[in-house]
C-alpha cells in the first residue's frame, strides 16, 4: 500500500456495561428462563465471550404474550393517545442520551464498524422513535379510517444486521398505535434489545407493554404460532418468511414480512463516474454487505464499463478492513461464522461458474470471522452469485447495452425490494424508477434511510410497508374490523 498509514483510533469500551449473563424481559422485569437454559452470545470480531443469555421456550413466550395481552387491555390501549406519545419522546431521548454506550455494544455483539453504529444505526434509532411519537395522538390520519384501533399484541422477529434499528423499526410504530409487543431478536446479536429493556425501565414504560424474549428460530417459531397474538412482523430470510406465512395462513393473524433483496444499480454512461463509484461502494460495503437493500448486482452500460471498473478497483483498494472498534475502519467483521460459511459457499460458485473475482490486497485478522471486498466480473444472470442473496461485502457486476436491456436485466430477479440508478438526466432516471420493480429507489444515491420513508418490496421480498404513514397503517385497523 503506497501513502501514509492510519494511526489506530480505538473507541474505549468502558463504557459498554455487559453483564454476564442476561434474563429475559417479561412484564418489566428481568426474569430468568423457566427451564434455566443459556446461549452464548460473542464479539465477531475477537470470538470473546460477550454474555450468557437467557433461552426463552414456549413457556416463557406464554408468559411474555400474557403479560403483553394484560398490558394491551388494561393499561395501553387505554391510555390517551399523547400519554403514550410522551412516553415514546422519554425513550427516544434516553436512547440519545445513552447512544454512545448503544453504539458500542452494537459494534460489540455485531461486528460493524463503530463509525456506522455511532453514526447511521444508533441516531437512526431514536429518529424512528421521534417521528411515531408524533403519530401517537394523529392516528386519524394515517389512512385506516377515522377511528382506527391498534391490532393488538404483536409478535416481533428481527435479525442481526442491524439489531436496534430493526428494533426501532419494529417497536415505535407498534406502540404508537396501541399495540403491545413480545420482541424476539437474533441469536447472534441480543445485547441492544436487552439494553433498550433497561431504557424501558428507565422511562417507567408500564409493564408488559414491551417484552423482550431471546433465543433461536424455534423460540421465533414459538412466537409465531402462539395462539394469542394477533400479527407477526418479521424481517429475515425469504425461507422463514414463507414459512411464517405458511404457519398463520389458517389464522386471523396478520403479518408483514421484511425479506431478502438482490437490488439492481444501474449505472447509464451519462453518470457522474466519480460519484456512482462512492455509491457503489456505499451500496455493497456498508455494514458488510449484510443488508437486505444492498447493491448486490451492478449493472454497467458496456461502454462505460472498463472505465468505471478501474476507478471501483482503486477506490476498493482504500477499504479498510478490520478492529470494528477501531474509527477508521469502514468494513467489519462478518457477523457469524455461518454467515461467513454461506458467503464462502455462495461466492465460491461465481468462480465455479465462470465469473472472474477480483479483491485488493488486504491483511484480514487472524481470529474473528472475515470476508475481503470482493467483485466479480464477467457474471451472466444465470449464475448463482447474480441470483442469490449473498449478504457479504461482495458484488457481481454486469453489463447492458442499451437502457432497455439494462431495466429488463434490473427486474429478472425474484426479489424487488430495493434498487439503485445513476444518470444526469432527471427524464431518464424518472423513466427507469417507472419501470424498476423494487419497493426503494434510489437516484444518484444508495442506502438512505428515513423514519418518514415506507420501506419494504415486491414478490419475494416480503409483504407490506415498515416507515412512514404506510408503515404504521400496518399496526392500525379500521373500527369495523374491530367491532367484528
Ligand atoms: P433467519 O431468517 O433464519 O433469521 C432471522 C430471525 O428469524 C432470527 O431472529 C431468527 O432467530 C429467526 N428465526 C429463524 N427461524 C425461524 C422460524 N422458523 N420462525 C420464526 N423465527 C425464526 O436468517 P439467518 O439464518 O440469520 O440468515 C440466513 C440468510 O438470510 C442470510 O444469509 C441472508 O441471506 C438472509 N437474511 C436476510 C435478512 C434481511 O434483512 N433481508 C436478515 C437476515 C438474514
Ligand atoms: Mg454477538
Known amino acids: 500500500m503506497s501513502g501514509f498509514e492510519y494511526a489506530s483510533a480505538p473507541e ?5 456495561n455487559i453483564a454476564n449473563s442476561y434474563g429475559l424481559f417479561i412484564n418489566g422485569k428481568f426474569v430468568d428462563p423457566k427451564k434455566g437454559k443459556t446461549f452464548n452470545t460473542i464479539n465477531p470480531a475477537t470470538e470473546e465471550l460477550l454474555s450468557k443469555i437467557g433461552y426463552a421456550d414456549k413457556l416463557d413466550i406464554d408468559l411474555a404474550v400474557k403479560s403483553a395481552r394484560l398490558a394491551f ?38 461486528g460493524k464498524p463503530i463509525r456506522e453504529s455511532r453514526d447511521t444505526d444508533i441516531p437512526l434509532a431514536a429518529a424512528h422513535f421521534f417521528y411515531h411519537a408524533g403519530w401517537a395522538d394523529k392516528l386519524e390520519y394515517a389512512g385506516v379510517g377515522s377511528k382506527p384501533k391498534p391490532v393488538g399484541v404483536v409478535g416481533q422477529i428481527i435479525p442481526w444486521n442491524f439489531p436496534l434499528l430493526m428494533l ?15 420482541l424476539k431478536p437474533a441469536e447472534t446479536t441480543p445485547l441492544t434489545a436487552l439494553l433498550f429493556a433497561q431504557v424501558c425501565q428507565q422511562a417507567r414504560l408500564p409493564e408488559g407493554v414491551v417484552n423482550i424474549v431471546t433465543g433461536d428460530g424455534i423460540t421465533g417459531a414459538a412466537l409465531v404460532n402462539h395462539p394469542d397474538i394477533n400479527k407477526v412482523a418479521f424481517t429475515g430470510s425469504t425461507e422463514v418468511g414463507k414459512a411464517i406465512a405458511r404457519s398463520i395462513s389458517a389464522t386471523k393473524k396478520s403479518a408483514t414480512l421484511e425479506l431478502g433483496g438482490k ?12 460519484e456512482a463509484v462512492e455509491g457503489i461502494v456505499n451500496g455493497i460495503f456498508f455494514n458488510q454487505g449484510h443488508v437486505c437493500c444492498a447493491g448486490s448486482r451492478l449493472l454497467l452500460q ?11 478497483k482503486k477506490r476498493m483498494s482504500l477499504i479498510r478492513v478490520g478492529d470494528p472498534m477501531d474509527k477508521n475502519t469502514d468494513l467489519g467483521a462478518i457477523n457469524s461464522k455461518e454467515q461467513l460459511n454461506r458467503i464462502h459457499e455462495i461466492s465460491n460458485t461465481g468462480d465455479a461458474e465462470g465469473a472472474k473475482r477480483w479483491s485488493p ?14 467483485i466479480f466480473t464477467g457474471v451472466s444472470q444465470s449464475h448463482r452469485i447474480a441470483r442469490e442473496e449473498i449478504f457479504g461485502p461482495v458484488l457481481s457486476v454486469l453489463t447492458f447495452r442499451t437502457p432497455a436491456e439494462g431495466i429488463e436485466k434490473a ?12 444518470s444526469d438526466k432527471g427524464s431518464k432516471v424518472l423513466w427507469a424508477a417507472k419501470q424498476l420493480k423494487a419497493g426503494v429507489i434510489w437516484s444518484n444515491t444508495f442506502n438512505k434511510f428515513d423514519p418518514a420513508s415506507p420501506f419494504g418490496g415486491y414478490k419475494e421480498s416480503g409483504w407490506g410497508r415498515e416507515g412512514g404513514r404506510h408503515g404504521l397503517a400496518g399496526y392500525l385497523t379500521s373500527e369495523a374490523r374491530v367491532s367484528k
Do not use: H
Not at 400519554?83 to 460489540?108: D, H, N, P, S, W
Not at 427486474?411 to 445513476?422: E, F, K, P, Q, V
Open 12 to 16: 474505549s469500551n468502558a463504557i459498554a
Open 73 to 110: 387491555t388494561k393499561v395501553w390501549s387505554k391510555m390517551p393517545a399523547k400519554e403514550r406519545g410522551k412516553y415514546l419522546y422519554r425513550i427516544a431521548r434516553i436512547m440519545q442520551e445513552r447512544a454512545r454506550e448503544f453504539a458500542v455494544v452494537e459494534t460489540l455483539d455485531n
Open 168 to 182: 426501532a423499526w419494529k417497536i415505535a410504530p407498534a406502540l404508537a398505535a396501541g399495540n403491545t409487543v413480545v
Open 263 to 274: 437490488a439492481a444499480n444501474l449505472v447509464f454512461d451519462d453518470a457522474a463516474i466519480d
Open 302 to 312: 458496456e461502454n462505460i464499463a472498463d472505465e468505471l471498473l478501474e476507478k471501483l
Open 361 to 374: 490486497e488486504c491483511k484480514l485478522p487472524s481470529k474473528g470471522f472475515w470476508y475481503p471486498p470482493t
Open 411 to 422: 427486474n429478472n430477479t425474484m426479489y424487488g425490494l430495493s434498487a439503485g440508478i445513476w
